[in-house]
Nanobody
Framework: QVQLVESGGGLVRAGGSLRLSCAASGNIASINARVWFRQVLGKDREFVAGIAWKFGTTYYPDSKKGRFTISRDIAKNTIYLQINSVEPEDAAVYSC??????????????????WGQGTQVTVSS
């Protein structure tokens, strides 16, 4: 089993920046991909960014390129999501997930076995 714990959410002003963290513990060797999704109440989960743990290769959907940056700290078993120029539409519950993915990272949440509890990001205008 792998446990994931997010932190860093909260209230941010539109135009500001925010950094989310996701620390992993447990059987780290069973995962090779770590990702961020976000979800607004009543909508499907949306893939935000992903990182291949071993080589650090990053993945973003086209809609997230530019303002979102995913990174990792191997020593801390932690990934980060930096959000710059925050927009009202960024308000959501952000969840990190992890799994073993063969090939390119998937944007399908069903591919990821382990999930954190989520952290709420609220944007004020």
């Amino acid at each position: 089993q792998v446990q994931l714990v997010e932190s860093g959410g909260g209230l941010v002003r539109a135009g500001g920046s925010l950094r989310l963290s996701c620390a992993a513990s447990g059987n780290i060797a069973s995962i090779n991909a770590r990702v961020w999704f976000r979800q607004v109440l009543g909508k499907d989960r949306e893939f935000v960014a992903g990182i291949a743990w071993k080589f650090g290769t990053t993945y973003y959907p086209d809609s997230k390129k530019g303002r979102f940056t995913i990174s990792r700290d191997i020593a801390k078993n932690t990934i980060y999501l930096q959000i710059n120029s925050v927009e009202p539409e960024d308000a959501a519950v952000y969840s990190c997930a992890a799994g073993w993915i063969d090939g390119s990272l998937s944007d399908n949440p069903a591919e990821y076995r382990f999930w954190g509890q989520g952290t709420q990001v609220t944007v004020s205008s």
